[in-house]
């Protein structure tokens, strides 16, 4: 019985759908649409009271009310008149604003290579304020008034240094390029003392002379805007000496029974990848006596950071213990030997660093900048030409010793490749090669990157080359990489004067340039 219910269920669900589909086809067609008449339409006024109440809240607010009007008109009027109008309000405003900047045309902003803005100008001041002092003495009042104030000075402004922080400045230094001219009436119970012979000169210059020996060039006001610790930018004061050198009783991380220990060194604060001793196969008790040197740029809170990890060949690496010596605990120029003992972590509360983890032994010696080195080379090699061969050889010998090459790519101006234009700079120094960062689709790229080589000497007779390249974004593509220009930079000037801050004309290329600024520091 359920077979053949379900046998005419089938067969009555394929005639039925064909058969709906084929009467649905002819009713379409055949069937007649009922004719739509149009609505009839009649005057408000026609309406009655029921009809109308029907549509009020249908009927606009500038027919309900009479204080709403429409304003097709005054489109209509601005469309006509708008051309006319153009011209005359951008006359208007021309004619009021050109008087405005015609104060500001005596502004010269000057190109210095720093990070700094410098300007100079002309002011000239003249009114009759109303400053009146009174002097008692016992019961006499003196009543002293200030008349006729004129001031005609020449200050040079310097926003400076330049930061990422709102208003863009630190400080503000002001200075007074010449001898300022002020001018005054001074009145003393209703005259004038300023007309007394010889009295009007004597203040005269008495304020010249004392505004000049506070202001005038090279005094300078400064005017701090942002806290020093937001504006200052650490810059390096010395060198640690790490001389790495064993390490005992580690612990067993291999199957065997032993370790292939190594260790890693760092600055706290620095983004510059670590400092690695060589791996010791097989060895519990390793013995390096490996020497680094690190920059210093704050003892008093940076920390180094020792690190003694296992090497494996495969997978990470297990760290066997880690230690961290404060840089304020060294004395300057002095070697000192530690003998740490290694930690799991930082946490002093982690019972985990009470189990015995073994020793790492390291000698550390801080060594600060000469500052006044790189002033005193500088100074004497203005009058280079002057000095005997013995006062040439103490120089030399003066500049001579370990230091710190810092070199600042700050960016390129006017460089453009023929098939795309994404900058970036590669530095050549001692068979070591640093490379900035690329900037996409640019023709004057900044990229304010520092790279630091520590030497055992002065680099007299050495030079760096600098090129800039582009590069297509795709690595996959023919003509990826293209030269926009290079150049090489003598580093004996630097030596000498201890800082240059100079733009380079790009060999090779038509207008290209390049702003670098390099430091070689003394230790």
Not at 213 to 234: C, G, Q, R
Not at 288 to 294: A, C, I, M, S, T
Not at 370 to 378: A, D, I, L, Q, T
Request: glycine share 6%.
């Amino acid at each position: 019985m359920g077979f053949f219910s379900t046998l005419l269920g089938i067969i009555g669900f394929g005639i039925g759908i064909p058969l709906g589909l084929v009467i649905g086809f002819f009713f379409f067609i055949y069937s007649k649409p009922d004719e739509v008449k149009d609505p009839m339409i009649r005057p408000i006024y026609e309406l009655d009271s029921d009809a109308l109440e029907e549509v009020i809240p249908e009927i606009p607010l500038w027919v309900k009310h009479p204080d709403f009007d429409r304003v097709d008109w005054l489109n209509k009027f601005i469309a006509a008149m708008w051309p006319y109008l153009d011209k005359a309000i951008c006359s208007s405003i021309r004619g009021m604003s050109k008087p405005m900047f015609a104060e500001y045309i005596g502004i010269k902003v000057h190109d210095t290579n720093e990070n700094e803005i410098v300007m100079e100008t002309a002011i000239k001041w003249a009114g009759n304020p109303n400053i009146v002092l009174i002097l008692r003495l016992f019961s006499l009042q003196i009543r002293i008034q200030l008349v006729d104030l004129q001031i005609f000075a020449a200050p040079r402004v310097a926003l400076k240094p330049l930061v990422p922080a709102f208003p863009c400045f630190a400080n503000i230094v002001v200075s007074l390029l010449e001898k300022p001219h002020i001018d005054f009436g001074m009145k003393i119970l209703g005259g004038d003392i300023m007309s007394i012979p010889g009295l009007y000169q004597f203040v005269q210059e008495t304020i010249r002379k004392q505004v000049s020996n506070l202001y005038l060039w090279p005094h300078v006001f400064e005017i701090p805007i942002l806290d020093a610790s937001v504006a200052a930018t650490k810059k390096p004061v010395g060198i640690l000496h790490v001389n790495v050198v064993k390490a005992s009783k580690l612990s067993k991380m291999d199957l065997l029974g032993t370790s292939d220990p190594y260790v890693k060194l760092s600055l706290s604060g620095e983004r510059l990848p670590s400092k690695k001793t060589t791996i010791k196969m097989n060895n519990l008790n390793p013995i390096w006596n490996e020497k680094f040197k690190l920059v210093v740029k704050d003892p008093e809170s940076q920390v180094l950071q020792l690190q003694v990890y296992d090497w494996d060949k495969v997978g990470g690496h297990d760290r066997l213990g880690m230690q961290l010596v404060p840089l304020k605990v060294l004395t300057p120029y002095e070697t000192k030997e530690l003998t740490l003992d290694l930690l799991k972590n930082t946490n002093i509360n982690d019972h985990q660093n009470k189990k015995p983890r073994g020793q790492l032994v390291v000698e550390l010696k801080f060594t600060p900048f000469r500052e006044e080195s790189s002033k005193f080379s500088s100074q004497l090699d203005g009058c280079r030409s002057m000095v005997s061969r013995d006062e040439r050889d103490l120089q030399d010998d003066f500049v001579g010793g370990a230091g710190l090459l810092s070199v600042k790519i700050q960016g390129a101006a006017s460089v453009e490749g023929k098939r795309h234009s994404n900058p970036y700079a590669v530095m050549h120094f001692r068979g070591e090669k640093k490379k900035t960062k690329m900037v996409k689709k640019c023709r004057d790229p900044v990229w304010n990157e520092t790279f630091e080589f520590m030497l055992e000497e002065p680099p007299l007779e050495e030079k760096i080359h600098i090129e800039v390249r582009s590069r297509k974004s795709s690595r996959f593509s023919f003509f990826s990489k293209e030269s926009l220009g290079h150049v090489e930079i003598n580093l004996g000037d630097v030596v000498h004067n201890g800082r240059i801050n100079t733009k380079y004309h790009l060999i090779n290329s038509r207008h290209g340039m390049i702003h670098v600024e390099i430091k070689w520091t003394v230790a």
